[in-house]
């Protein structure tokens, strides 16, 4: 509690947050609140999760000017400091959680909340990358694996990049079980090409080095499944797979851009005023560090935001201000569907 100020914490309620940490509000004895977080191991390697974790919400608020909570305190090195675990002590973040308000909130609440949401995500998406992976901070990296290189990008100029660097992915299928101590290509990688093919690689790698025949009874009730039908399998991939990512008609589009891929309502805090809300967006929750929770992040992706998707029916009536309804409408420069059906992404992992 050193970063606060204080030396004790006579609370520390567990509370929910995730299946990916188990996490703590800590009380101090002035009364101010801290939130605490230790990673659980299907968060990943926590050693590289948390460094980067740390460095990517830095970014976050150095360069976009996003809304996430202050890292107070943290480690991941586990070995090294007096909680024998890699850790996390933030601000905690004010506001109530918006899937706790949002159906009782009248419609120019949504629409003034979805706004800023939108804000932030185009923020996100003005900044392209050159590599695909984690950010981390340049220390830390070259701490980690013995080097770090700049990040370069055309579309932010800032001094505050130079702080940072991209190294490898962090996300679980990478390094779960035997996958841990497997020498694979983690990233980072210059396109999305690079991605596609590392992960035809990594999985022949592991299917050698430890796949045994096994049965598969969704498939059949007498022939067992063979490593070298895997290996065979996987030699087709590596064969077409750079093709899904060159035959875009436009390759500017599959650009690395950080971005929040779970962006739940619970992850997003809004104010609490006298007498109930206002539509103003306080705090994003840990989530948008490099969306971590993820093992395909890097291919083409158009997934449109389920918080708030439109689960009604199609609207049969004019659109106010004009149009014939949901094919041409153009509401306050939201393109219709078919005109931003093309865009694409890849996105860091955290």
């Not at 006579?10 to 703590?24: I, M, Q, T």
């Amino acid at each position: 509690m050193f970063a606060m100020g204080h030396s004790t914490a006579p609370e520390s309620p567990k509370c929910v947050e995730g299946l990916h940490n188990k996490a703590f509000i800590l009380k101090m004895d002035n009364g101010s609140e801290v939130f605490a977080k230790l990673p659980n191991p299907n968060a990943g390697p926590a050693h590289f999760s948390v460094a980067s974790e740390v460095a990517t919400r830095e970014l976050l608020r150095d360069l976009f000017n996003i809304p996430v909570p202050r890292v107070l305190s943290w480690s991941s090195d586990a070995a090294n400091n007096p909680v024998g675990a890699e850790y996390i002590i933030e601000e905690k973040a004010p506001g109530v959680r918006l899937g706790s308000v949002w159906n009782g909130w009248p419609r120019h609440f949504k629409f003034q909340l979805i706004s800023q949401v939108v804000e932030m995500e185009n923020k996100l998406t003005a900044v392209t990358f050159d590599k695909h992976g984690c950010i981390y901070f340049k220390e830390d990296l070259r701490s980690l694996v013995g080097e770090s290189e700049a990040i370069h990008t055309q579309s932010a100029g800032s001094d505050v990049l130079e702080r940072f660097s991209i190294g490898p992915l962090t996300t679980n299928e990478l390094w779960t079980g035997s996958r841990r101590e497997m020498r694979l290509d983690r990233g980072p990688w210059k396109d999305a090409s690079e991605y596609t093919s590392a992960i035809g690689r990594n999985e022949m790698m592991w299917i050698k080095t430890y796949a045994v025949p096994r049965m598969n009874y969704y498939g059949s009730t007498q022939n067992r499944e063979l490593p070298e039908d895997g290996i065979s399998l996987l030699e087709k991939y590596m064969k077409v797979s750079s093709y899904g990512v060159l035959l875009d008609e436009d390759l500017s589009l599959l650009v690395a851009v950080l971005a929040h891929l779970d962006l739940r309502r619970g992850e997003l805090l809004v104010q609490r005023r006298v007498g109930g809300f206002e539509a103003q967006l306080t705090a994003v929750k840990e989530r948008l560090e490099a969306a971590k929770q993820g093992s395909t992040r890097g291919l083409p992706s158009m997934d449109g935001n389920a918080s708030f998707s439109f689960g009604g029916s199609r609207i049969a009536k004019p659109l106010r201000g004009g149009g014939d309804g949901p094919a041409n409408a153009n509401v306050a420069g939201v393109q219709s569907q078919e005109a931003t059906g093309k865009r694409s992404s890849w996105f860091f992992d955290r």
